[in-house]
Nanobody, 117 residues
């Protein structure tokens, strides 16, 4: 059974930081590229960052230098460290797993991130 469970969302002020976590079932985590997507109201889902089983990463241009994706293979957990947050980062963030470069075969339930003063 595929399980992707996000945590760590919340309300943060502009310029602040937040770390999202995604706990995955081991079979999925070890074999798949993992990713973070986000969807703001009225917008399409957007791929934010992905990381391969070997640690290769890729980011959407709008978050480069501010967000860092990582994975802990011993804990079957992926992270998204977000810094320099902007109001336009407000969205529901989804943990995903799949094949490079989209990682969109499996989806978590999502966690809300709101950047507002």
């Amino acid at each position: 059974q595929v399980q992707l469970v996000e945590s760590g969302g919340g309300l943060v002020q502009p310029g602040g930081s937040l770390r999202l976590s995604c706990a995955a079932s081991r079979s999925i985590f070890l074999l798949h590229t993992m990713g973070w997507y986000r969807q703001a109201p009225g917008n399409q889902r957007e791929l934010v960052a992905i990381i391969s089983p070997g640690g290769t990463t890729n980011y959407v241009d709008s978050v480069k230098g501010r967000f860092t994706i990582s994975r802990d293979n011993a804990k079957n957990t992926m992270y998204l460290q977000m810094g320099g947050l902007k109001p336009e980062d407000t969205a529901v963030y989804y943990c995903t797993a799949g094949r490079w470069p989209r990682a969109d075969d499996y989806w978590g339930q999502g966690t809300q991130v709101t950047v507002s003063s």
